[in-house]
């Protein structure tokens, strides 16, 4: 686990002359000392973290603060609360898992998403790109994200309140309370809402007239988002028995009309989705827990919540908001008011022995389970809503550290990794109509990973990194078992298993004491076997996801970072990423595959960002600031299907997503050293058609405004 730390340079203000007793004063102490954020950047993984502080008075949440990282790329299929797709160096989706202060994520449910937690709610973001730290223990393929949320303050209230295009409004609330014998009360609370109303451009018909329309744009009609969480802790900290011990509930809600299925050729006006969170937790901490050096983490909870999928208005639309209604039993895509539980516990203990200055060796254990259990009311005799759809993982991780501060660093670790899922699938056992049975199937996994991590620092400021992990990814319960709207089912899938390497130096540097520079870049080689890839189903209308017997991705990423004094800062950064599909034979056919060594469809292969902000300090009152800065997105031209399919004539070209450019300003003024803060910030300034995902518009130009208020003491 990472251990805070801090470095003083000191040089005495007084010393004694060996000739003379009189003593010398000298012109000055130096204390050089490094945030928690410089802390991670310095570990031997190929780590970025982002001080999410500075973000606070943004109206950005953490998928679009995330999406401004080197080597990230996150990809939504819509506007606010809509579903993401969340990429490190090209590995994407359950390939990257997500944590919070360390606990694995995968149980929150559609109610805590990264793309509807408000940037105020974390106090940094931890990136991992390809090897993982053992204390994460994470069965993740290319990478990890860690919401760190940090104590902040003992006593302190964070409000805010944002309103913008599209009748978008959010608000949180975070505040703690800690008396002096140490009890603590800690509230986290976040709403989104959006109608999510921005127009789109595509070729549309009227359903009564049939009358064809290409290339008209129109509003997105049925598209409404809405969230509420509430995150409550109470318990003791600093306490001679725990250093922390925290009884929590995690309660929330959301609903979610669908606009589109997984293209926009399909459209509807009445399906909508609702789900809720209501999840006890328990956190435990101590600090040399029976002997000096030992320390322990504990943390579990368990997901009570449901989802559900409402589908039963038996009509067809069109993008102008006009529908057939038809008589009898029928829906826009599937009949059913479908209510399940994906109800999963975690359990996790991490112990870390801290066996001189240099070494330390750290142990983690993470237990999940899950099950899934629903009823259609609509269909309240039917057999294959009683289908077991359940699993059980553990990942067992042991990892040693050797770390000599500021020179060099050396951890290996191992893993290892089991699974058991079980379900039943039906059949036709005798060959006539309407006969169905049902057969039992099981899978069971057991895998082993390993890696090592090292860093040497040729001189403070310039440090080189070398990572190598064999990672395993087992198949998520979604993918198994299909998660009710866009994604079928398969549960046999194989696990899947990559070799991640990295390569990576940053150095900073001064010129004329005030210019500081920092350049960073890193690179990739990733090669996986089983490779969990999504395509569409036989009709496109949902994702299926299958095994490649091999991808590879050899890749990099660079970034440059400049200010000026407390006055400028800005930065570039660029992802390149070669993405070849190596499997040689065609699964369904097994001839050889015409796709054999093409690069893989729909994944960006090259895009950046850039950015800057400039400070004005005291300019209307003392301890006041105003700020203007700007960001810019860019993602190149790339393949939606494979390259080496379809013809290369002007009349059947080979369908891309478009190149992507997006331009976003702020301003910000700050009073009262930050005690309340109002912001304006424009999204899309240019107004571009964005794609993440082929068809799938992103909102158009917004505007948004932000009211803060922060007190602490």
């Known amino acids: 686990m990472l251990q805070s730390s801090f470095c003083l340079t000191a040089i005495p203000a007084f010393s004694q002359d060996q000739d003379s007793t009189k003593a010398k004063a000298l012109e000055k102490v130096t204390v050089v000392g490094r945030s928690a954020t410089q802390l991670v950047n310095r570990q031997a993984y190929n780590v970025t973290a982002i001080d999410a502080k500075k973000l606070y008075n943004s109206t950005l949440d953490l998928a679009h603060a995330l999406d401004r990282v080197s080597g990230v790329r996150v990809r939504e299929t819509g506007g606010v609360g809509s579903s993401i797709n969340f990429a ?15 606990i694995p994520m995968d149980n929150f449910g559609s109610s805590f998403q990264l793309n509807n937690i408000p940037i105020n709610f974390a106090e940094r973001v931890e990136v991992y790109k390809g090897v993982v730290p053992i204390w994460l223990g994470s069965d993740a393929l290319g990478g990890a994200v860690n919401i760190v949320t940090g104590s902040k303050h003992r006593n302190y209230v964070d409000v805010s309140y944002s309103y913008g295009s599209f009748n978008t409004h959010r608000s949180a609330i975070n505040a703690a309370f800690t008396s002096q014998k ?3 009360v800690q509230v986290n609370a976040f709403q989104n809402y959006s109608d999510n109303n921005y127009k789109v451009t595509l070729d549309v018909s009227d359903i009564h007239t049939g009358k064809y329309s290409p290339n008209t744009t129109v509003r997105r009609f049925h598209d409404t988002y809405h969230n509420e969480t509430l995150i409550t802790n109470i318990g003791f900290v600093d306490k001679p028995w725990a250093d922390k011990l925290l009884l929590g509930i995690s309660l929330g809600k959301n609903y979610r009309e669908m606009q589109t299925g997984a293209r926009m050729v399909s459209v509807f006006g009445a399906w909508h989705r609702r789900g809720n969170m209501v999840m006890p937790t328990l956190k435990y901490q101590k600090k040399n827990l029976f002997v000096k050096g030992l320390d322990l983490t504990f943390n579990a909870n368990y997901n009570l919540g449901k989802e559900q999928n409402i589908d039963t208005a038996f009509r067809r639309y069109d993008w102008y908001g006009n529908y057939k209604q038809y008589e009898g039993q029928g829906s826009e895509r599937s009949r059913t008011m479908y209510k399940y539980g994906n109800n999963t516990g975690l359990a996790t203990a991490t112990f870390n022995y801290r066996i001189n200055d240099h070494q330390s060796v750290s142990l ?6 899950f099950s899934r259990e629903g009823s259609d009311e609509l269909y309240p005799d039917e057999k294959r809503y009683e289908i077991p759809q359940k699993s059980i993982k553990n990942i067992l ?5 050797y770390e000599v501060t500021d020179k060099w660093s050396a951890t290996v670790f191992g893993k290892y990794l089991m699974q058991e899922a079980k379900t039943d699938i039906s059949y036709n056992p005798t060959g006539n109509w309407g006969d169905v049975a049902y057969r039992k199937l099981r899978n069971t996994v057991n895998n082993f990973g390993y890696g090592v991590a090292g860093s040497y620092f040729i001189h403070p400021e310039l ?4 990572s190598y992990e064999k990672s395993n990814r087992l198949p998520e319960n979604e993918e198994m078992f299909g998660d009710e709207v866009n994604q079928q089912s398969n549960f046999s899938l194989r696990p899947e298993i990559s070799d991640n390497l990295n390569l990576g130096a940053s150095y900073g540097f001064n010129i004329k004491k005030d210019h500081r520079f920092l350049v960073s870049g890193s690179a990739i080689y990733r090669f996986a076997r089983d490779f969990i890839y999504f395509l569409y189903n036989a009709n496109q209308a949902k994702l299926t996801t299958d095994n490649l017997d091999g991808v590879s991705n050899i ?7 400049y200010s000026y004094k407390s006055f400028i800062t800005g930065g570039v950064n660029l992802t390149y990423q070669h993405i070849v599909n190596l499997q040689k034979l065609d699964p369904k056919t097994g001839a050889p595959s015409v796709v054999y060594k ?14 800057a902000s400039i400070f004005f300090r005291n300019l209307v009152g003392k301890d006041d600031q105003l700020s203007f800065g700007y960001n810019l997105l860019y993602v190149n031209t790339f393949w939606l299907y494979w390259p080496s399919q379809g013809g290369r004539t002007a009349t059947d070209e080979k369908r891309q997503v478009p190149r992507q450019i997006s331009h976003d300003v702020n301003i910000v003024y700050a009073m009262k050293s930050g005690r309340y803060n109002i912001a304006l910030e424009c999204r899309n300034i240019n107004d571009a058609q964005l794609y993440d995902n082929f068809s799938l518009q992103k909102p158009s130009r917004s505007f948004n405004i932000k009211f803060r208020y922060f007190y602490a003491k």
Not at 364 to 369: A, G, K, L, P
Not at 463 to 466: N, R, Y
């Open 88 to 102: 490190i160096n090209g590995f994407s989706g359950n390939q990257v898992r997500f944590f919070l202060d360390g």
């Open 182 to 184: 140490g009890f603590t």
């Open 364 to 369: 983690n254990n993470v237990f999940t389970t």
């Open 397 to 401: 991780g042991l990892g040693y550290k």
């Open 463 to 466: 440090q080189l990194k070398f």
């Open 555 to 561: 890749g990099g990423e660079a970034e440059l970072r």
């Open 598 to 611: 093409d690069v893989m469809p729909n994944l960006p292969y090259l895009y950046g960002n850039a950015d």
